[in-house]
């Protein structure tokens, strides 16, 4: 099994930043490809950004340029940082890992972003 644990959501005026963190544990390699998702308010769940083993990195359109992705792999961390915060980036905010062609994801952490 594998474990995941989101933190670093909040509410953050337009323009702020916030960094995400998610610690992994149980049957969960530094091999394994991590990544974020997010649902919005009346959304569909959506893919933000992932991160292989190997560093290499990818993004959605919207939030290209403002976050960032990045890991520990010493710490089994993935970080989501987020840079100029808009209010459509208000959603719950989850860590996704794939193991052995599996998602596994966290309860989520709910970011708000006021106008």
């Known amino acids: 099994q594998v474990q995941l644990v989101e933190s670093g959501g909040d509410l953050v005026q337009a323009g702020g930043s916030l960094r995400l963190s998610c610690v992994a544990s149980g049957r969960i390699f530094s091999s394994n490809t991590m990544g974020w998702r997010r649902q919005g308010p009346g959304k569909q769940r959506e893919l933000v950004a992932t991160?292989?083993?190997?560093?290499?990195?990818y993004y959605t359109n919207s939030v290209k340029g403002r976050f960032t992705i990045s890991r520990d792999n010493a710490k089994n961390t993935v970080y989501l940082q987020m840079n100029n915060l808009k209010p459509e980036d208000t959603a719950v905010y989850y860590c996704e890992a794939v193991v052995a062609l599996r998602s596994y994801w966290g309860q989520g952490t709910q970011v708000t972003v006021s106008s």
């Open positions: 991160i292989t083993s190997g560093g290499s990195t």
